[in-house]
Every structure is written in C-alpha cells, then in structure tokens.
C-alpha cells in the first residue's frame, strides 16, 4: 500500500512497534501494529523508507500464511527497490552470479568419432559398466557364459566388428572394471564368481581373446559389485562384495592386508577424498558412513530416513560430501553434508520425479558437480561454493537417448585446446552406441586457459603400499596440463608370485568363514556349469527357495552311481559327498 503523508496512523494502546532500517536522505517513519476487528492473531507490518519526503510504502500479512513476506520485503528494501513519488514500482530485477562456467555446454562427437556395434550388457547391477583413461575405453559386453568386456584404442572408432577380441577370464559376469590411475595398461575387474582379477592390456590393444589374468584375488566369499583404485597410493585396491565387506588388497603381495567390517548391508557406493585417508560409503541399510580406512573405524555416520542414499561422492578439499537418493515422497534428491558432522544435511534439494538412479560427478579443478541420470538421457551440472547456498545450477544437457552408464576421461585426457574440461563416454544399450560428449566453455581465444585449468593430480603415485599402510597421508602430485598431459608413466606392474593357501585378515579365513546366504539370495541362484558327459536324474524342484538333487542317482554314460545323501545345487561347492560320486569337485553358483 502507497500512501502520502508525514504522520503515522494512529494505533491501539498494545501495538507492537518495528524498528525500520536505515535509509540514507528517507524520512522517518513510525510503523503501526493493527489488531483490526475479526483478525484471529495479530497482524505485523513492515515500513520500507522511500528517498524521496513525502511517500512511503507499507506492507502487512498474516504470521499464520505469509511470514516470509516480512524478509521478502526487507531484501526489495536492501535492494533499492522503492516507491517513487508517483506511486508506481521500479521493476525487480535478477541478481546474477558472475561465473566463468556459466555457459558450458556439452558436444557430442560425430558418429565416425563413436564406437559402434558393441554388445553393450544388459545386467541391470546399478553400475557404469564403463571405465576410460588416455589410451583405453573398458566396457562390459554381453556374453553367454562367463563375463567379458571389450578394451578397445581410444583412436580406433568408428564400426568395431563382432569378433573384436575381449576379456573374457570369469567364470561369471563382470560387474565393475577401473583402470589404474598411475599405470594406464592395468585395469582391476569385479565379477559374480566372488574374483577379483588384474589384467595388463598389451600396447596396442588386444589381438586375440584374454583369458589369463596376471592377479587373480580370492577373499570374498559372495559375488564382488565395487572395486575402487586408491587415489594417491599404487597398487592399493579396495573391492567391496555382497558379503557386506571391504577388503584392501596390496597388489605387491597379492594379499588382502586390511578389512572394514562394518557395514550391514549391500554396499552401494565408495568414494575417497582427495589424500585418500578417508572413505565415505552407502549402504542398502540406509546408512552414509565415513570410515578411517587403514584401522575400518566409523568416523561419522548418519541414518538417512528422508533421504535415502543411493551414490555419495567426496567434493574435493572441501570437507563436504554429496549424496543422491530418494526423497519420501520418491523423488529423485541431492543432499550436501558437512563431512565432519553428518547429523544434517546441509542442504536437500529435489531434482525431478523420475526413478532412475542419479551418478554424481565431481570435478575438483573447476568445483563443477554434474548429475546424469539412468535411463534418461540428460546431464545437469551445477557449480560448488563454499558460502550459501552451495549449489548454483548452471544448465543441463538434453539427449533423447537413454544412458546405461558413463565413463568419464580423466584431466590428463582432454583436449586442452578446445577448452574441454570435462569428457563423459556415454553407453546407449539401444543402439550398441558409446558416445563421446564433451563438456567446453566457450572461449575466442586459441591460446591455453590458465584459469579453467589449475594444477591437477597426475599419473605419478604420492606414496607406497607400505608407506600408505604405515599410516602416512600425502597429498597428490599435481601436474600441469600447458606442457605435461600427454606424458606417460614410467611405472610397470609386476604381479607377484605366490602359492595358494588360505586367506587370513584379522584372524578370519575368509574362504572357510562363509556367512548363510539371504532368503533372496538362495531363490536367486542359478547352476551355471558342469563338466561335459555329466547329466542329472530328475530334481525336486524349487522347496523353500531352494533347489535339490533327489537322493536317488547322478548319470555317468548310462551307469548309475548312489548319492549317499540329499545333495542341494547351492551348498554343493566342495561338498566332500560330491567326491564321492565322482561328481565335479568346483560348481559355479551364481547368487
């Protein structure tokens, strides 16, 4: 309400007065507190000053409906948004926050720069099934026994044929593949035959099918969803599996040295800060933790009832995590948390009301953290500050074809004279389709940008296996991308030798401590193979979730043999009974 005039409107004897902000050249005005007839509660008023004598501006509302128009108003009064002396309002105008990756956005590569024809898996294990560094693009394929994954040259696009070499050592399907940070011809693979494996890529790329790995590393007792490269220390891996456990691996030995076990659940995501001495997990129990790694003690942890946590990511040097998840009202939602204090979020904010899970990237040289979401085909990214609100949204990037999953190249990678700073290799299940797309700030100068590309970690490791195991913390060795992002590393794997025997952490011998198997489990699982010229008699089908071997006879070229007891598919790995009969000593079971 505008209105003219040097006096104040008289009030009742229990009016509330508001003390009115300063304005410089404005005439001082008293602000009245009404209680007019049939208001249930009081009504509060705001005065906000005009520079020019004479007119004024007064706003009321109701506590109960509108209580935020109170600050509303103070901000339109901060922001000289004011009553001129004709009565009418100035237009509001934006406040833009000046930021020079405002106008990223992202390319996609030609079609002759894709890489077409590729049997893209169709496991549907929340994973990307992708992993990309300077010379290689890993993905996991479709196959009919066993797992594989195609590692193909990154210059070698184009068509790739049906009969293109792969990796093809397990005996059941690949779930997660990583290249090594600091050697880029060695990359660590996960599978459902609860392995492990370590495979060298040979210069040039594969020439014919591989099937020996130079490591293979037994320890969990159930299929292995997550391995993870340390990220300042070589030949230090973690894998996580369905035994709800984390196992450290140090690859000079072949062993595991260290084990967290403190999880109850599935784990669904890892992430390290950028030194490596913390570990942030998710985990199906709905619980986010931070974990000291080396001892396995939990830090921080926080039980996420509104928001439960799918995907957590550490942003950087910041001491701030990022979730995605679920809201309750089954919407998708991003969280930010204070790494030291998980009691809270910081902030939540609802991102859209689709049921595909949500990736976070998070890009520490320019503070820019990207959402891509499965199943559709679009990539929001926002801009990370340090003061409120944290999170500025920037734009998003539109695709009509769904992603499975992405890979992401790593800094060293990119083409610095494109002023591309960030590079995602996008898997289109549909299509048989990997397509680059590249995130570039639009920049008229050719020359090299400075200021979008600061000092990154490099491929030289900052530490040790022993080094990092004796408790030692170093930061990454960073390295500048103007002269140094084409180097290679001069570090060479070499696969230790050692015997087969028990493997003991903790004082567990995790190959004999196996624990029961879930209900979901036992009804899941699934005899993969036996050895040829074997057939079974009959079964007795599915009895509580559980498929048996009648107790009557196993064949063996017509001739019957005796079973001495009922012999069940799932707990018939090394049975001694199977030993008896002449049966396979090793069944794969695929849980």
């Known amino acids: 309400m505008l209105r003219a005039g040097t006096q104040s409107v008289q009030s009742n004897p229990r009016e509330r007065r508001a003390p009115t902000p300063p304005c410089a050249g404005a005439e001082k005005w008293e602000m009245p507190t009404l209680s007019p007839p049939g208001c249930a509660g009081v009504v509060w008023g705001l005065l906000v000053e005009a520079p020019t004598p004479g007119w004024r501006i007064e706003c009321f509302c109701f506590p109960s409906l509108h209580r935020d128009l109170v600050e509303s108003m103070r901000d339109l009064h901060k922001s000289s948004v004011l009553g001129s002396k004709h009565g009418s309002l100035m237009s509001w105008r934006p406040q833009y926050r000046s930021s020079k990756f405002r106008n990223v956005y992202g390319k996609v590569a030609s079609r002759e720069h894709c890489f077409d024809g590729i049997p893209i898996t169709k496991n549907v294990h929340d994973n990307h099934f992708c992993a990309v560094n300077a ?135 890892m992430s390290f800060n950028m030194d490596g001495s913390l570990l942030a997990t998710s985990c199906k129990d709905k619980k986010l933790r931070v974990v000291e790694p080396r001892s396995g003690r939990v830090l921080q942890e926080a039980s996420c009832k509104n928001h439960r946590v799918n995907r957590v990511v550490f942003l950087g040097s910041t001491k701030r995590l990022l979730t995605t998840g679920v809201s309750r009202w089954n919407t998708r939602q991003i969280a930010l948390w204070d790494q030291e204090d998980l009691s809270m979020p910081l902030i939540e904010e609802e991102i859209d009301g689709l049921s595909g899970l949500l990736f976070p990237f998070y890009d520490a040289d320019t503070h820019m953290l990207y959402l891509a979401g499965k199943g559709d085909g679009n990539i929001r ?129 995790l190959l004999e401590n196996v624990p029961p198997r879930t209900e979901n489990e036992v009804g899941s699982a ?60 090793r069944a794969v079971c695929c849980s």
């Open 135 to 269: 010379r290689f693009l890993a993905i996991v394929t479709e196959s009919a026994g066993g797992g594989s994954f195609l590692v193909i040259p990154l210059e070698q696009t184009g068509r790739i044929e049906p009969n293109y070499p792969k990796v093809c050592g397990h005996q059941g399907n690949v779930l997660d593949i990583k290249w090594n940070p600091f050697i880029e011809n060695i990359i660590a693979s996960c599978s459902e035959d609860t392995s492990v494996r370590i495979w060298e890529i040979p210069e040039g790329g594969l020439k014919r099918n591989m099937t020996e790995a130079v490591l293979e590393l037994y320890g969990h007792s159930r299929r292995v969803g997550l391995v993870e490269w340390h990220p300042t220390t070589n030949n230090i891996l973690f894998s996580a599996g369905y035994d709800y456990k984390v196992l450290i691996w140090n690859l000079d030995i072949g062993e595991p040295v260290k084990m967290i076990d403190c999880h109850t659940d599935v784990i669904l995501c």
């Open 381 to 509: 990214y926002y801009e990370i500050g340090s003061e409120k609100p944290y999170l500025s949204y920037l734009m998003e990037f539109r695709s009509p074809a769904p992603q499975k999953g992405l890979g992401v190249m790593p800094k060293h990678g990119l083409d610095v004279s494109a002023c591309e700073v960030f590079r995602f290799y996008k898997l289109v299940t549909l299509k048989g389709l990997i397509e680059p797309i590249s995130m570039i700030v639009p920049r008229r100068s050719e020359t090299y940008q400075e200021d979008i590309y600061p000092m990154t970690p490099g491929t030289e490791p900052a530490l040790t296996p022993d080094e990092w195991l004796s408790g030692v913390n170093r930061d990454p060795i960073l390295m500048s991308l103007k002269e140094g992002y084409k180097r290679t590393s001069k570090i060479v794997f070499k696969a230790p030798v050692r015997e087969k025997r028990s493997v003991v952490v903790n004082g567990i011998d």
């Open 526 to 585: 699934v005899l993969l193979a036996w050895p040829s010229g074997w057939s079974f008699g009959s079964f007795w089908g599915i009895l509580g979730g559980k498929v048996c071997l009648q107790p009557s006879q196993l064949l063996r070229s017509g001739s019957p043999l005796p079973v001495p007891k009922q012999l069940c598919i799932l707990c018939s790995l090394g049975h001694p009974a199977l030993n008896l009969v002449g049966a396979p000593k």
